[in-house]
């Protein structure tokens, strides 16, 4: 049992996976269940957090896979839009791009014995993307003018607002980091 932090993160993955074929089928509940699922996936990237740090142990593993279970997560919903007409494709290549640089950034700092926690910019990305990821599933499931519905100017705007946060909050980090990023080797 000392593993189910890492249990949880493993199941981001699968529940990724479910939530990707539930956002394609074209049957009732299949967006509903799409919903559930993502909420679900992303409890679980904070209980599993949480039940390391506090219970169970930080391992190498979870240093790792956590933060790449959130951002597969994330980027898979984001794309799927794309494919649902909720949001343009050049705003999800921003935030997927920023997620990539970063992890990258971070492997590269971790090779130095560096680990960079989450800042509090990309705590408030992480938190603004799920909560846009919400906000479209519910335009597609219900119709309203208060939702994010599918070639809405609110789509647009709260595409175009996650991508530019996406965007600050990587500015941020590399800002933060710009000296280790530099640092001559050997």
Same mark, same amino acid.
């Given at each position: 049992?000392k593993?189910?932090?890492n249990?949880?993160?493993?199941?981001?993955?699968?529940?990724?996976?479910?939530?990707?074929?539930?956002?394609?089928?074209d049957?009732?509940?299949?967006?509903?269940?799409?919903?559930?699922?993502?909420?679900?996936?992303?409890?679980?990237?904070?209980?599993?957090?949480y039940?390391?740090?506090?219970f169970?142990?930080?391992?190498?593993?979870?240093k790792?896979?956590?933060?790449?279970?959130d951002?597969?997560?994330v980027?898979?919903?984001?794309?799927?839009?794309?494919?649902? $007409?909720?949001?343009? =494709? !050049?705003?999800v290549?921003?935030?997927? +791009?920023?997620?990539?640089?970063?992890? #990258?950034?971070?492997?590269l700092?971790?090779?130095?014995?560096?680990?960079?926690?989450?800042g509090?910019?990309?705590?408030?990305k992480?938190?603004?993307?799920?909560?846009?990821?919400?906000?479209?599933?519910?335009?597609l499931?219900?119709?309203s003018?208060?939702?994010?519905?599918? $070639?809405?100017?609110? =789509? !647009?705007?709260?595409?175009?607002?996650? +991508?530019l946060?996406?965007?600050?909050? #990587?500015?941020v980090?590399?800002?933060?980091?710009?000296?280790?990023?530099?640092?001559?080797?050997?």
């Amino acid at each position: 049992m000392k593993s189910l932090p890492n249990h949880l993160t493993i199941s981001r993955f699968w529940m990724t996976a479910v939530m990707m074929v539930c956002m394609t089928l074209d049957f009732p509940y299949a967006r509903i269940a799409a919903l559930i699922i993502f909420i679900i996936a992303s409890v679980t990237d904070a209980l599993d957090g949480y039940l390391a740090r506090n219970f169970f142990g930080v391992t190498s593993f979870g240093k790792l896979m956590d933060p790449l279970a959130d951002k597969v997560l994330v980027c898979a919903a984001f794309v799927g839009f794309v494919e649902l $007409g909720s949001i343009a =494709a !050049w705003m999800v290549v921003v935030i997927i +791009a920023r997620e990539f640089m970063v992890t #990258g950034m971070r492997l590269l700092m971790i090779e130095k014995g560096i680990v960079m926690p989450a800042g509090p910019w990309g705590k408030i990305k992480t938190t603004v993307q799920m909560l846009a990821i919400c906000l479209y599933f519910f335009g597609l499931i219900w119709e309203s003018p208060y939702l994010p519905m599918p $070639g809405t100017a609110f =789509a !647009w705007w709260l595409g175009l607002g996650a +991508a530019l946060l996406t965007a600050w909050s #990587g500015i941020v980090y590399f800002w933060k980091e710009r000296h280790t990023i530099w640092e001559k080797e050997g």
